[in-house]
């Protein structure tokens, strides 16, 4: 079942600039242009593109918090905006730089208004807040005031409150940003569990590698408001080219490097002790040529780094559209 669907999203933001002194110029920036976007329930969609390419505007329509100015949106069957109060009780929201958090509160009485709020029953409240707790280790703080907070455990804080009334799809504007190391990958380890428990579609944009490569089983890259990959990240490999590498250690230097189709010498290193490949296929034709030189120490595999994939993506594989005025 499809929680989100898109049909010709788009979003102008009219910019008016002073250039002389009775003169203004109007702009219109397409933020997001024409958006055709279906997920389906328990995806884990990463939602990325290089700065300005129209991310977090999408999240604001799909939220409710930004008005469409044409096309077609529904999130779990409700037009976000008209009708937000319903659509409120299916969606969890983190949006770093919007908290939902009461600052001078201690961070449990928080969660204590949100039940009541979203008319929790009870039973559900407890048992979510009880694991929540233990998952994101909130009890060494969860009766300090928000205010008092580090960034990382306040973040462990808004995603607690954005799941305590048990929504079907959580969205994360930028979910790690700032974090340290260790809340990091306790806020990944969460949501990598709720991903992968299938009831919570999740919905995240994120600048952060490691994020996309933990969380995202879907990868949607936008730029100037314009889908230009939609598909896994093996996907954007073979689509950019990426390729495994093969690096072979010798006991003694061959004659004649082994050379077989599907396997490209590219590097011959330590006086033809050391030989790189470039694989385009599998490895099993090139492992038995070495293996039959009798010379073979050791193999090692070198997976393509997805920040080769991503800034090839983004440099050349997108189509930049300026303002339209
Ligand atoms: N309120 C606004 N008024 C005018 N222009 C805006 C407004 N909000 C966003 N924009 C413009 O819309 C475009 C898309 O912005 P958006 O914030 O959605 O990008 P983003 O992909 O989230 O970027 P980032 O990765 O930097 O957060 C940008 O050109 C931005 O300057």
């Not at 979510?128 to 060494?140: E, I, M, Q, S, Y």
């Not at 590219?266 to 009798?294: H, I, K, M, V």
Request: hydrophobic content about 40%; overall charge neutral; proline content about 5%.
């Amino acid at each position: 079942m499809a929680v989100i669907e898109a049909r010709d999203l788009r979003k102008d933001f009219t910019i008016r600039r002073r250039t002389g002194r009775f003169r203004r110029e109007k702009r219109v920036v397409p933020a997001v242009d024409g958006l055709d976007l279906t997920v389906e329930a328990g995806e884990m969609l990463g939602y990325i593109g290089p700065n300005g390419a129209g991310k977090s505007t999408t999240l604001k329509m799909f939220t409710g918090v930004l008005y469409p100015s044409a096309g077609y949106v529904r999130v779990c069957g409700f037009e976000p905006v008209p009708q937000r109060v319903a659509m409120a009780r299916r969606i969890g929201v983190v949006f770093g730089q919007r908290s939902q958090l009461w600052w001078d509160l201690p961070l449990g009485d928080s969660f204590d208004l949100l039940r009541h709020i979203y008319r929790v029953p009870a039973g559900d409240h407890a048992a979510r807040l009880a694991r929540c707790r233990r998952l994101l280790d909130l009890d060494g703080f969860i009766d300090q005031p928000v205010r008092q907070l580090s960034l990382g455990q306040r973040m462990r804080g808004e995603l607690t409150a954005a799941l305590l009334h048990g929504p079907s799809v959580l969205f994360l504007d930028e979910p790690t940003i700032g974090l340290d190391v260790v809340s990091k990958q306790a806020v990944r380890g969460f949501l990598a569990d709720l991903g992968a428990a299938g009831d919570t579609t999740l919905v995240l944009t994120t600048h952060d590698l490691a994020d996309i490569e933990r969380l995202c089983r879907r990868l949607v890259v936008v730029d100037a408001g314009r889908i230009v990959h939609d598909g896994t990240l093996d996907d954007l490999h073979s689509r950019y080219g990426s390729q495994r590498r093969v690096v072979v250690d010798l006991d003694e230097p061959v004659e004649v490097e082994p050379q077989v189709t599907g396997a490209v010498l590219e590097a011959t290193e330590s006086g033809g002790r050391r030989l790189t490949y470039a694989l385009s296929g599998p490895p099993g034709p090139l492992l038995a040529a070495l293996a039959g030189t009798g010379r073979l120490r050791d193999v090692a595999f070198v997976e393509p780094e997805i920040e080769d994939v991503v800034a090839k993506l983004y440099t050349t594989g997108t189509s930049r559209a300026s303002g339209r005025s």
